[in-house]
């Protein structure tokens, strides 16, 4: 199944992320959620091997992308893109480390056309190995802007080291049920499908820079995660839903970024949005009794 849909996605031209745009424009209802996240979010082919026998008729129906001009110019425009290596990876995460540059601060104001939290989750998954090509201009890109950037550019004030974070559980929540309408929130993930929380890098060298601690973020430990994957397991509700269910979700909190916390690809986050999500799935009864 997989053979059939990476020869139909070679015969489209077609991303799995443009995939996934092209359902949700046409049909929504033609996948489950998860998989409509898992192809919006360029998942390696490999994670698709459950929903291939899905995916293979509907991409059947689009059309064979235009055959290459003489000149070897494909009609449509198109960058080159490069194969990621081991080097380029180790380049971003040197600069990341010793700079502790935010990056959500960085792609509003070097990457206004990119949609909020796609830089972080683009470099997360170079990384961490999960994107295997990016457009050689992109890269160039992304590289010369880390090369270029100033702490500076990013002032923060000068504040004493605050004490570890505190996560509110559900109990030290004062907003009702019925103010947030979370109540309305209906499972729509099967319990037998829900993914199991995935192995992550180790932890203990993993530390937070002052400026980081200073603008809200935190480090999601081992603890935190399991927290998280545990309300989604409970609930049955996925992460789109609750974000597009609440009429409080924050607006810079992206799916995107939510999902690289629960895929173990990015390992801190503001304080401020994991506090709401851990509110709002907080707030959920569980499965079964709604």
Sequence with gaps: MLAELKAELERTRLT??????HIAETDRSAVEPETLSLLLSECPLHALHDQASNLLPIIRRVETAPERLDSGRTRYRSGK???VTPAMRALLKTKLQNQQLPLSAIGRSHFPEFPQGRLNTLISRLIYGQQKTLKEDEWLRIKTVLDSVSENEFPTKPTPKPAIPHIPKKQDTATTLSERRYQDLRPDLDSETIPSPKS???????????????????????????????????????????LKSSADAPNDLPVTTVQAWFNGSTL????????????????LPDRGTR
């Design 16 to 21: 799995l992320r443009k995939l996934g745009l």
């Design 81 to 83: 893109r490069l194969a």
């Design 200 to 242: 992550r890098p180790a932890l203990a060298n993993y530390k937070l820079s002052d400026r980081m601690i200073n603008m809200g973020y935190i480090i999601i430990d081992d603890e935190l995660y399991d927290r998280l994957h545990a309300h989604r397991r409970r609930s049955g509700v996925s992460i789109r839903r609750l």
């Design 268 to 283: 801190s986050a503001e304080r401020r949005l994991v506090n709401w999500v851990l509110d709002a799935y907080g707030n």
